[in-house]
């Protein structure tokens, strides 16, 4: 408020010195007026102009007696009208002075709202260009009927077809309609063609994903049937035992059997709901503030002029070329189908009398220990039944925690686990395992519209809960997980699961995985993705790792590539990966200056205790760092191994891995290692799992994926078109071979001297200094730092820290130079 006042003063001032009627044309009445002058004008013109197509022969006669009263003329718009049509139409333009009325009334706005005068002017400049085209093509296009194109476009069009000849007219003609299009809408051949690119791109994921839709519907279809059958057979148990209610009032829940689809209805209206709220906030926002500055008294225009200046250069880019799409390179790929899945029977039918009998023997065994049931209720799930247990008033819950042991023991039956209480709830839980237990495919868990819709960066759909509900965790928000199990129940598949969900979701370009596989067989089938998914550091031929001295040279390089995210985001002024991928997209960074669309990283070692034991320390260390830093630029970890002992996974491992996967493990320390609970050995095995992240611990049947079904979706992947090559890390050369390689000077490169300077002047010896000022690609930069540490100009590797520059200034850089020539 401060600064407007002044220049409201000003303003009084100046316009006190001029003539009244001059100062009163500047008001804000006069242009009132004067707008609202014009779109009377204009609509005047076109009714005259409408009139004059029907009666212009009828008043060829009053033309010449515009003062002669006892003429009187059929226009609508009297002698007036028809003489101003006659001029415009008859002798000026023909159909195209419409554009006259019309540019009138446009400009009638732009007085009311106070346009810049320069913006009236050029519309005005475009406006009349426009009018003498149309009058020249509706003459070329149709000689007879001169009202068409008016006089001028007729005589125009004789006169040019005496020079270039019909024909020549004709192409004349469309190049100059051609020209103005390109000039005035900023149409180039460039965006004509990504347009058509993005459209057919579009048009076929539309496709696709009709044909899934399709496919997942039908499932849905066939499932929602087979769960009603289901609930009908649970209903009908209910009614048969509900005689025995007096012995104790046993219910069995359903809740698990509802068809999920109702929820996933919920979902979709609280979206819609939510896009519409956000879609009118700013709207609401600009009337507001331009009603504030209307009470001020304050001209709007000043503010408007500001408002174009600050249209800056990535607006323009993403006007004319959209927005950046990383999927574009690969922009016909096809994500793999449902049909590559197998299918099981995966209707849950439990035996009434198993459920029955397992009731029974919970109530004697707690009775035995004079703990009294107040209520009871049962959960079927694909793999296990939770019973839920209320006890009678005045019994403590920390009294059956105590008997946890003997109360499993009691049930003596394998897989029993007690919850208690469930957490959130006042009720004790008891999992017994089925007699039957029911495969949970990859196939119904993918289909799911939870993980199908699901707005997650990297979705993993591991399996379904105890009530039956597809479980999607998002890998991003992890942000590193950690797997464990005893051999052969169910890690590899596990594994596998989370690497079908990923690559069932996400395109290539947002996506690398870094396989390690010390067993060498149970990854080796994603190797057909190398070009699309994989990661590998350059020179390295087998992208999936299964040395150690690899994975050691992987995990380090992937430390650098970490730091060069860091840099790129600090650059960027942005916080994680998320932002700094919307921002490229929305081309705001410039990808000169190194910047780059980052794809989520996932690394996944397989048998990390094998790596511990012989590597130790250097795999530990950078695994460490990676751990604890790695989450907000997109770097994610997924570490499984069969022995889960404090010496693999150590404390800070464990500390930076907070969501953790337990399958059967062998026994109760194992499970504490892991889950800092016990739990995991009263698993059952075969994909049975407890998930965690963080605070409560969830059973669940983990989906089954085998080989013959991940071999399909990897041949379907790698029949495509694929990247040039895989995606190359960052080369990372280890302390003993970094100061032999490049010794000789012929074979620098050719940018040595002049990253020599741009480090001795920075005095900072790092390769993403090279790439900013050198325009270079990292495995460049990293080796031009290479040839600098063997010259001696940079010193050696400090881990994430700069290296240290050895040359002081450019005098001692010559003689450096100079002196290695003379050796
Ligand atoms: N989710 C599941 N559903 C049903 N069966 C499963 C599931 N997961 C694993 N199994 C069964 O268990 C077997 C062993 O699984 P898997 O190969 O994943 O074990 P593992 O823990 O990786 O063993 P190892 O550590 O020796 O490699 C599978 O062949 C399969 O028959």
Redo the contacts with the bound molecule.
Sequence with gaps: MAKRKPSVKKHTKTLENKPPIFAFLKTKQAQTIFGFFLISFSVFLCIAFISFFFNWQEDQSTLDQLTNRAVKSSNLLGKIGANLSHFFIYKGFGIASFIIAIQLFLMGLDVLFKRKLSKIILAWNWSLVAMVLISISLGFLHVKFALLSGIVGFEINQYLQDFIGKTGLAIALIFLFAAYIVVRYKVTFDLFIEKLKQKRAAKEQEESLIVEENISNAKEDEKTIEKEKTNEVVKKTVEETSEDKEKSNFEKSVIDLKPTISKHSDVETKKEELTLTVAHEPEANIEETVEDLNDVGIDVAIGREEESSTQNLSDKLVKDFGEFDPTLELANFKFPTFNLLKQYNETISIDPEELEANKDRIVETLKNYKIGIAEIKATVGPTITLYEIVPEAGIRISKIKNLEDDIALSLSALGIRIIAPIPGKGTIGIEVPNKKST??SMHSVISSKKFQESPMELPVAL?KTISNETFVVDLAKMPHLLMA???????????N?VLTSLLYKKHPAEVKFILVDP?KV?LTLFNKIERHYLAKLPDVEEAIITDTTKVVHTLNSLCIEMDNRYDLLKAAMVRNIKEYNAKFKARKLNPNDGHQFLPYIVLVIDEFADLIMTAGKEVETPIARLAQLARAIGIHLIVAT?RPSVNVITGIIKANFPARIA?RVTSKIDSRTILDAGGADQLI???DLLYTAGNDINRI????V?TPEVEKITDFIGSQKAYSEAFLLPEYVDDESGTTVDIDIADRDKLFRDAAEIIVTAQQGSASLLQRKLKLGYNRAGRLIDQLEAAGIVGGFEGSKARQVLVPDFVALDQLLENEKKV
């Design positions: 495969i949970v399996g199990g005893a051999t052969g129940q169910g890690k590899s598949v596990g594994l699961a067993k149970e069969q399958f095995g075969r994909g049947q983990c989906a089954f085998d």
